[in-house]
């Protein structure tokens, strides 16, 4: 088994940008964290931002399941840093002879030029009548997948994420630095911690 964790708050704001640009999202970025930190530890279904960021209790249920070996933890810190290391202890790990593999850095920030036209590709995906299962029933679920990831693609624009006040850092900091910590010293990782001095102020 092979896990990638991340800076948790990074994740948390990445998770939430993807989900804003395909229409999954309506809130802004603010009203999003605030509604799971008031919830928090009574989180329901719909909780996205926090949960998977629970790292240490998240990966007990499968050191209680699989032998340690059989877990491998590492950081995307640790892939971007240093990636050909990273992709040799892998190998290593799953039993594969050394080689070199081109790792191209592609996931780059953006957001869609025209949201009329993103909540049509997604009423597109959501649609089950009698014509979408025609189209299931003469191409394969690959095929439909590149169609849709296309159409999303052409409506893409570069756009930066937005960023997460201090104040909302520092509450997740508070979240999370047990279950940071715990990770840390279990699966021998390292997580960036830029995120911990800047929330540590709660400015």
């Known amino acids: 088994l092979l896990v ?3 800076d ?15 229409g999954k999202e309506d ?5 999003a964290f605030w509604s799971e930190i008031d919830r928090y530890p009574d989180m329901g279904d719909e909780d996205y931002l926090i949960p998977p960021a629970l790292y240490a209790t998240n990966l007990e249920r499968y050191v209680n399941t699989f032998e340690e070996e059989q877990i491998h933890v590492l950081s995307l810190c640790q892939l971007s840093s240093s990636p050909r290391l990273t992709l040799r202890e ?4 799953v039993g594969l002879e050394p080689r070199p593999l081109d790792l191209p850095h592609e996931n780059q920030s953006s957001a869609p030029r025209s949201y009329i036209y993103r909540d049509l590709v997604q009423k597109l995906v959501e649609y089950q009548g009698l014509t979408k299962k025609v189209i299931k029933f003469v191409t394969t ?3 439909r997948r590149r169609v849709m990831d296309f ?3 052409v409506n893409m624009e570069k756009k930066p994420k937005p960023d997460i006040p201090n104040t909302i850092k520092y509450e997740l900091y508070n979240i999370l630095k047990s279950e940071v910590k715990i990770t840390e010293k279990v699966f021998g990782v390292g997580l ?12």
């Open 141 to 143: 679920r690959s095929l």
């Open 8 to 22: 948790p708050v990074e994740r948390a704001r990445s998770h939430y940008w993807f989900r804003r640009r395909y």
């Open 192 to 203: 960036k911690s830029e995120w911990k001095n800047d929330a540590s102020h709660g400015s």
């Open 4 to 6: 990638m964790v991340r």
């Open 27 to 31: 809130r802004e970025l603010q009203e």
């Open 90 to 93: 892998v190998q290593h790990f």
């Open 151 to 153: 159409m999303h693609k």
